[in-house]
């Protein structure tokens, strides 16, 4: 026992490894390097390099690197260094007086859930590191001794958060500084850091320092503003964008608030008050139109309300309503207007043309939209009609804005009787387009004429097997080639 603690004195205080003495600086970078190097120096004395494959043991028989290991010996190395410590003073100088022992306070929560290391008098916590690489974290290189210190500058900072490592920023107190952390930030090109140091600006710093001096930061302003429209801090996005003097951004933002407004009324009232907004022209007449649907919507949906209540119209009995038509967008209400009140005289606020005139809505989308909702309706004579135009002489002929080729598909959609299809088909000009929708949708008679027109017999010949066997298809494609053979 005697040589055993003639070891432990010699290791304590051999010039390889400092012993604790008084005259050290009290500090906590100190206390922190000696603890490193007590705990790191074990390794010397336990564990034998050559034999990696071996499970190393401590004094006491436990493994090194588990927890209770890890609590035990660093108090008992502790108690020893003070004992050592206490007979060399004794020994050396009897003026200085004996200190209690310091006593080592660990937290296994600590253990798992990590956190910034921090040195206290008598106390330390672990670092963010696992229990088994406890140690090996002790020997990382000086250079990053300072992370334990959080000393750090506004570049080492921001190079930190890039890597993930959580750090404050409280210590960045003046002006001065807090401005070096946001240009390091912007300098260093990662979002969420800009923002991250943004939010801690707008939390310590008076909100027209903080505007003045964005104000010649233009990317770390474009980054507050659009953290402010996803947070919906709508107040202090105002302010900010007075203070800028954007007034057409100031219009917009409050123009947004209607969003949040669910009460139909008061969401018109507030939709009236922003027509006076600072807008430029064309928003001042998008809001204006904006106010007159809704006007509209607020009408139609009271009158249809009362119509499908009482059963007095036979479409609202026959297609009851599914939602209604409050805050729908234009092409909506158009569609509902052409589904329930198409035949309505153009005076009345329901009535289709009314509405197309009203908001000057284009011819092609008001066919687009009056199509899907006769069609669904299977009202062929009011798309028949919707295609039908007479020129002075009084003749008539169809006409389509769309393209007829557009015009047989939302027809196909709807379940079209091949009939209907064929008429449109016919009225397809390219001739390619024509027989691919023909063969496509089974409107036999018009590829028949289509291959006809072409003299194509090899094609007639061909498609005589995509019809019925005796059907009337078949004899009228005998006739053509029996004409084309004679001629």
Not at 127 to 148: C, F, H, I, M, Q
Not at 202 to 220: C, D, G, P, W, Y
Not at 260 to 273: A, H, P, S, T
Not at 347 to 363: A, E, M, Q, Y
Request: proline share 3%; hydrophobic share 35%; with cysteine.
């Amino acid at each position: 026992m005697s040589r055993a603690r003639a070891d432990e004195e010699e290791y304590w205080h051999s010039s390889k490894f400092r012993a604790f003495t008084f005259d050290d600086e009290d500090d906590e970078l100190s206390q922190l390097k000696e603890s490193k190097r007590a705990v790191n120096s074990l390794r010397d004395i336990v564990d034998d390099d050559d034999d990696d494959d071996l499970e190393r043991v401590s004094w006491s028989g436990e493994p090194v690197g588990s927890i209770s290991w890890s609590i035990k010996e660093t108090a008992s190395s502790s108690t020893s260094s003070l004992e050592g410590r206490d007979s060399s003073l004794q020994k050396g100088s009897s003026s200085y007086a004996a200190f209690p022992k310091q006593v080592s306070s660990y937290s296994l929560s600590s253990l798992f859930k990590g956190g910034v290391p921090h040195i206290q008098y008598g106390q330390m916590a672990l670092s963010d590191t696992g229990v088994k690489n406890y140690a090996p974290e002790l020997r990382r290189p000086k250079a990053e001794y300072k992370d334990y210190s959080s000393d750090w500058s506004p570049k080492d900072t921001v190079r930190r958060m890039q890597r993930g490592k959580v750090c404050s920023l409280e210590r960045f107190r003046s002006l001065r500084d807090k401005l070096m952390l946001l240009d390091e930030a912007v300098a260093g090109h990662d979002g969420n850091v800009i923002t991250a140091v943004l939010i801690f600006l707008k939390r310590t710093l008076r909100r027209e320092i903080l505007f003045r001096e964005l104000e010649v930061r233009q990317v770390a302003l474009c980054h507050l503003i659009h953290f402010l429209k996803e947070t919906g801090e709508q107040k202090f996005l105002l302010d900010l964008l007075r203070f800028l003097d954007r007034t057409e951004e100031v219009a917009l933002s409050q123009y947004r608030e209607h969003l949040n407004i669910q009460d139909v009324e008061k969401r018109r009232e507030f939709l009236k008050g922003c027509i006076g907004l600072p807008f430029s022209a064309e928003d001042t007449s998008h809001i204006q139109d904006h106010y007159t649907l809704l006007e509209r919507q607020i009408i139609i949906e009271a009158n249809d309300r009362h119509l499908e209540t009482a059963g007095q119209s036979e479409i609202f009995r026959k297609y009851p309503r599914k939602a209604s038509i409050l805050n729908m967008p234009l092409v909506t209400t158009l569609f509902y207007s052409c589904f329930y009140h198409y035949t309505e005289a153009e005076g009345t606020f329901s009535s289709p043309t009314n509405l197309k005139k009203t908001f000057k809505i284009p011819d092609k989308q008001y066919v687009l939209t009056a199509l899907a909702a006769r069609a669904k309706l299977r009202a062929w004579d009011d798309v028949d009609a919707l295609f039908t135009t007479k020129n002075w002489l009084g003749y008539t002929k169809k006409k389509a804005p769309i393209g007829f080729h557009r015009v047989v598909e939302i027809l196909q959609r709807n379940n079209a009787p091949v009939q209907v299809l064929q008429e449109y088909v016919r009225l397809v000009e390219d001739v390619e387009t024509r027989l691919n929708l023909a063969t496509k949708y089974k409107c036999h008679d018009v590829a028949i004429e289509t291959y006809r027109d072409l003299k194509d017999r090899i094609q007639l010949t061909a498609y005589k097997c995509k019809v019925e066997r005796g059907s009337a298809d078949e004899e009228k494609i005998n006739s053509i080639l029996n004409n084309l053979v004679r001629n």
